[in-house]
């Protein structure tokens, strides 16, 4: 199977028994079998129908910053989109490939003279992850801009999905039910005034720098917000704040975050995920659902 993968797409990058930890923002993750990066929708499209034709396990992420990957790492075949980054702006319209920065999407369209996007300007996602989990900030979510969403199929057909075929939910949409992989998306903006969305962006990413500990490794936001409360704010009244469990960290700056303060494993921040919701549980009775997408294998 090694020399089928290497040999049949000479092209495209591809790595071997590939550390996941190069890739994730929190610095963890086992190696999966296989690590391709397309450039194109059809890259991406021949390689989910190799897998498919292999029956090879498959999975898709972005640029993994609300992502724990497990130390056991990732079986099968693994895309990683971040080559596929092309973005365009025309008229009141963004077009942006999966792998795209959200922030250098939020910039293109200030730069296109384009509001609508300043929310995001700080959230470190990609746009597929941002589409898949409706990613949201400072009152604005992803929900209320795209227009629609191109997507391959589990079988590998290409679809376009409409804003309402989406489904958005808090924190969901209808991509986490159906497995389907977004390729790009498009975002109905309107025409603005670029010093007044430029000021907006650098007030929100000024806000973001003295609330969140964005110098340490982290997988973000960690847990949703529960109905009727603060996440951060249960998780400080229970005095969690600096507790470590290996080397991940309940960050001191935002409860909120777990970091990585010293050669953390991701098997480090399950283990503190599953102590902060049984202290906050047995303190106020509230379940903490992780908004962090956790996949791949125990060590």
């Known amino acids: 199977m090694t020399q089928d993968v290497l040999a049949t797409f000479p092209a495209i990058e591809i790595k071997k028994n590939e550390s996941l930890s190069h890739y994730t ?7 999966a079998d296989y690590v391709a990066f397309p450039k194109s929708i059809d890259e991406t499209k021949t390689l989910i129908d190799f897998a498919n034709a292999q029956a090879m396990p498959l999975t898709v992420i972005g640029n993994a910053s609300n992502l724990i990957v497990k130390d056991g ?8 989109l971040t080559q596929m980054n092309q ?4 008229e ?3 077009v942006a490939e999966a792998g795209a920065a959200l922030i250098t999407t939020t910039k293109a369209a200030c730069q296109a003279h384009l509001t609508g996007l300043e929310f995001a300007a ?6 597929g992850g941002a ?5 949201g900030a400072y009152g604005g979510e992803i929900s209320e801009v795209v227009a629609e969403v191109t997507v391959i199929t589990p079988a590998g057909q290409l679809k376009t999905l409409t804003n309402v075929e989406l489904n958005f939910g ?10 389907d992989i977004v390729v790009n998306a498009t975002f109905n903006l309107k025409a603005g005034n670029q010093a007044q969305i430029q000021a907006r962006m650098d007030e929100l990413n000024t806000l973001r720098a003295a609330k969140q500990p964005l110098e340490w490794p982290s997988c973000g936001s960690v847990f949703k917000r529960p109905t009727g409360y603060f996440t951060g704010k249960l998780i400080h009244d229970a005095g969690l704040q600096g507790t470590r469990v290996g080397g991940a960290e309940v960050s001191k700056k935002h409860a909120g975050f777990i970091i990585n303060v010293d050669h953390a494993t991701a098997t480090d921040y399950l283990n503190m995920i599953h102590h902060i919701q049984a202290v906050v549980f047995e303190k106020f009775g509230v379940h903490l659902e992780p908004e962090v997408r956790i996949i791949g294998e125990d060590a």
């Open 25 to 31: 923002n929190t610095k963890t993750g086992g190696p």
């Open 73 to 80: 790492g990732i079986r099968g075949l693994t895309l990683i």
């Open 87 to 90: 973005i365009h702006a025309s």
């Open 92 to 94: 009141t319209t963004v």
């Open 122 to 127: 700080g959230i470190p996602g990609s746009i």
């Open 131 to 135: 589409v898949f989990m409706n990613a």
């Open 170 to 179: 808090y924190r969901h949409s209808t991509i986490q039910d159906y497995d």
